[in-house]
């Protein structure tokens, strides 16, 4: 976050299964279409905050899974846990709200061993503030309420949350997604980076909360359970800043956007033609989105006429402009460009995907951009990854490539080191 020097236009808080990820989206179409919105318009100024009932491991198993953009702040395991940055460094002082409630987990195991309908969860989702269960189908509600009334008696002040007609948390009073967002935006407040508007977004009752938070929009999308459409026709069906999208999962998101006119809602892949869009000088990250959606559609060869677009981007190379192999080889980016006729539809017919996580652009010096992010790439089950800096430089108003330098992530599978099928 230290890359934002005012106020954030835009903060959009997503919880993630159902939400902004699409389990029946096997093509992982609407959260494709959501990140490279993202990159382009939005990550250089705005922030973008995961808020799930995942525990921190399960959350690291979805990213291997999904296509999943870094956030700059997780919220996890019901909102009883915050962390920021790709390290995902825990807010201590969050954890120290949390201890001073009444709170006693030893207590929860005690007093919820009475009942032979709850099995505890895998050890993954049993966090310091959380202890969860799973529930015989229908004993949900009245076994919550007898639960409270013991629970109470033992001088602890919980919260618990049943979900999906199986799921059981138990979790401290003031912990929970919605209590996680308003301590998220007072420590924003606090900070000086306040977000001008803020949207939340959601599927299930988790996430009822986020809904509740006065001047925050919200989106239940589409596909929302029936539990948080009832409680919004119970509590906020006049409300105009909470809607219910027509669009599934990402794709309500991207809706709602538009529809609150919070900033631009046209993902560049829905975008078809490359050579006659502007690219904003002043942010050279929608040059790379761009690139890089070409990129995956010529080798999925789903453009035509690729030669021409490959000789429109040639000529924004500078003549001397070089290609640094992850491998380590040394290349003329031109020919590299050249290189790319050779790989015209080498992918299709196969879930082949690319995006940019983290396009981070840094002023260098006047007419000079560096922009650095991660490139994936994503083949049926194999991934690679490269970090990736650009130098870009300007003439008469418009981009010029001048280095591109890549290196091996630590979190690609796959390292092709032979210099043979990672191209750029």
Not at 18 to 36: A, I, Y
Not at 363 to 381: A, H, I, R, S
Request: hydrophobic share 35%; glycine share 6%.
């Amino acid at each position: 976050m230290e890359r934002l020097v005012s106020h954030p236009p835009l903060m959009i808080v997503s919880d993630l299964d159902h939400t902004m990820v699409d389990h029946q989206d096997h093509e992982n179409l609407s959260l494709l279409r959501f990140n490279s919105l993202w990159e382009d318009a939005y990550r250089r100024d705005s922030l973008l905050v995961f808020s799930t009932a995942r525990s921190p491991i399960l959350y690291k198993e979805l990213r291997k899974e999904k296509p999943l953009l870094t956030p700059d702040i997780i919220i996890t395991s019901i909102g009883t846990e915050i962390a920021f940055g790709n390290s995902m460094v825990p807010d201590h002082a969050w954890v120290e709200t949390l201890n001073s409630d009444k709170w006693n987990r030893e207590i929860v195991l005690e007093e919820t061993k009475k009942f032979p309908e709850l099995t505890l969860q895998p050890k993954t989702e049993q966090r310091l503030h959380k202890v969860s269960f799973y529930i015989d189908e229908g004993k949900g509600e009245a076994l919550t309420k007898e639960l409270s009334q013991l629970l109470e008696k033992r001088g602890l002040d919980v919260k618990i949350i049943y979900s999906w007609g199986k799921n059981v948390d138990v979790i401290p009073r003031g912990a929970g997604k919605g209590e996680a967002l308003e301590y998220l935006l007072k420590k924003l407040q606090g900070e000086g980076i306040f977000p001008v508007n803020t949207l939340a977004c959601g599927d299930s009752e988790h996430d009822a909360e986020l809904f509740s938070i006065p001047d925050v929009h919200g989106v239940m999308v589409s596909n929302s359970q029936e539990e948080l459409l009832k409680w919004r026709s119970e509590n906020a069906l006049h409300n105009p800043k909470v809607i219910h999208s027509t669009e599934r999962c990402a794709d309500g998101i991207i809706q709602a956007i538009g529809h609150f006119k919070l900033g631009p809602h046209i993902s560049p892949r829905d975008v078809s033609e490359y050579l006659n869009r502007k690219t904003d000088i002043s942010n050279p990250g929608q040059e790379v989105v761009r690139f890089y959606l070409f990129y995956e559609r010529l080798r999925r060869g789903e453009i035509k006429n690729y030669e021409t677009y490959i000789a429109s981007f040639k000529e924004s190379c500078l003549q001397a402009a070089i290609f640094f192999h992850p491998s380590g080889a040394e290349k003329s980016l031109r020919d590299t460009i050249d290189e790319l006729s050779n790989c015209h539809g080498d992918k299709r017919g196969k879930k082949f995907w690319v995006w940019v996580d983290q396009v981070l652009v840094m002023d260098t010096t006047p007419g000079k951009w560096t922009v650095k992010f991660n490139k994936w790439e994503q083949c049926d089950d194999e991934r690679e990854c490269c970090t990736t800096t650009i130098e870009f430089t300007s003439k008469g108003g418009d981009l010029e490539w001048e280095k591109v330098e890549q290196i091996w992530s630590e979190e690609s599978d796959v390292k092709d080191d032979d210099n043979s099928s990672w191209i750029l």
